[in-house]
């Protein structure tokens, strides 16, 4: 088996001895090829590559974002429709190298990276996979594909502002998410919501502050503890969404308390909007809203449509 490693050298929580210690490890088990990301696009660019090169096996040693443009890169290589050919194309391994890990851990892999090595040469030496629907967003003339979610506003927000924080040098630690969240919130407009929601078969829905579109649950972690504001949604089936009309103080913390943690009951409250296993809908916001993929900002839009694309990816896990 043949396998292409993409290792991020920034990534939060790996060093140089243990990134050493698990390309040893996988290049024990497989023909392996590593190659380090340079610049914001790189690992798209390179699995774009693999099919070509004769490639298995894709790997990822990195955050989110680095498998994000991975995956990226394997379905964009690719002609025709995704169901039919995800067991063609490089299957995908994901090494936790991040500050949150969501894909990772949604699939089930344990936030050590080295533990999570464990497992994944176990799935390679018994050649152990799992095919995975993912997400597709279309703004602006553009597409892109997601792993675990989207989202527009306020939690978008958020992630702009701690990516402005990486900017000067400091890590994307779960802390600083809280932090920078709560002191984000006192300046956030709870007073003028933009968005409005629709979609074929899907209800209008209008007065939207801040909306979550999910691949799978759970959303996000803080620290150890899950969040799950939509604990339905799943690689299985198709995408799930839940929208805040009111983020007053009484509204969010109503919300907070009955996301925070593994559970699989919906949050109720006259002021969600809520979708489960939907093929495609699109939010409009009256006014550029900020706009994230996969914890990854990508500007302010005005209209996105999301996609869900079933039996997109094999992963070995």
Same mark, same amino acid.
């Given at each position: ?53 004769? $490639?298995?096996?894709?790997?990822? =040693? *990195?955050? /989110? ?5 991975? #995956?990226? @890169? %394997? ?70 594909? $997601?792993?675990?979610?989207?989202? =527009? *506003?306020? /939690? ?5 502002? #701690?990516? @402005? %924080? ?89 919300? %907070? ?61």
């Amino acid at each position: 088996m043949r396998a292409m490693l993409l290792v991020n050298p920034m990534a939060t929580t790996t060093n140089h001895r243990t990134r050493d210690v698990l390309i040893r490890a996988l290049g024990a088990t497989v023909d392996l090829s590593v190659e380090e990301t340079a610049y914001r696009g790189h690992a798209a660019h390179l699995a774009s590559t693999a099919h070509a090169s004769g $490639f298995d096996v894709v790997a990822v =040693l *990195g955050g /989110d974002g680095t498998i994000n443009e991975t #995956v990226n @890169g %394997l379905l964009d290589a690719e002609d025709g429709k995704i169901g039919e050919v995800a067991a063609d194309r490089p299957a995908l391994l994901v090494i936790p190298g991040g500050s949150a890990n969501v894909f990772a851990r949604a699939l089930g892999l344990p936030n050590d990276p080295v533990e999570a090595a464990g497992m994944v040469l176990e799935a390679v030496s018994q050649d152990r996979r799992r095919t995975v629907g993912l997400g597709q967003a279309v703004w602006n003339g553009e597409s892109r594909y $997601f792993t675990f979610c989207s989202g =527009l *506003g306020y /939690d978008a927000e958020v992630i702009r502002a #701690v990516e @402005g %924080l990486r900017g000067t040098g400091l890590k994307a630690t779960p802390a600083r998410y809280v932090n920078t969240a709560l002191r984000h919130y006192l300046s956030t407009d709870k007073r003028h919501a933009p968005m409005s929601l629709e979609g074929p078969g899907v209800p209008l829905a209008e007065g939207i502050f801040m909306a979550i579109v999910s691949n799978t649950s759970p959303w996000t972690y803080v620290g150890s503890r899950p969040v799950c504001p939509t604990p339905w949604a799943s690689f299985e089936t198709g995408l799930d969404l839940l929208g805040l009309r009111r983020i007053g103080v009484p509204a969010m913390t109503h919300v %907070l308390s009955q996301i925070i943690g593994l559970r699989d009951t919906l949050p109720t409250g006259r002021h969600l909007v809520q979708l489960h296993d939907e093929k495609e809908f699109t939010l409009l916001a009256e006014r550029p809203v900020a706009f994230q993929l996969d914890g990854d900002y990508l500007g302010e839009v005005e209209r996105a449509t999301f996609r869900s694309i079933p039996n997109a990816l094999q992963v070995l896990v």
